[in-house]
């Protein structure tokens, strides 16, 4: 995997794009058919599908959890599993950015230790992480 040409990219982006009315909507929109036009190739995490499969699955949206799920895995050019070698960086990113999620610390951690270095994302915590360069949604891609 040439890691460096690829970015990662957080369940938020799909979600906002599949949601209701919401700023972010349109921009998550553009994002998602940018990347879809093959204007980026991207990768995502185990615990992004995760985070995909939590929210439909408990709002009962089996359906559209199913397609979200779906989408996500074939948007990607690979899914990332997150290891043991991940949660201790992720532990270490939490101990040393504390404003930081857990759930972002790994992901951060998964794209630290897999080489990639910009994340497609509407989360500011990022923006924390000198390692990790954030990319915002805009409608204007």
Sequence with gaps: MNS?????????????SLGGSHPLRDPCKATLEKIREGGSEVVTNTEVLQEI???FFSIKKYS???????SMVEL???????????????LELLK????ITSRDAIHAATMINNG?????STDPHFDLIPEIRRLQPHSNL
């Design 4 to 16: 460096l040409s690829y970015r990662f990219i957080d369940a938020n982006v799909v979600m906002y």
């Design 53 to 55: 499969l939590y929210r």
């Design 64 to 70: 559209l959890g199913e397609l979200v799920y779906t």
């Design 76 to 90: 990607c050019v690979e899914v990332l599993p997150v290891t043991l070698k991940d949660t201790h960086r992720a």
């Design 96 to 99: 040393r950015t504390p404003d």
């Design 116 to 120: 990639v270095e910009e994340i497609y």
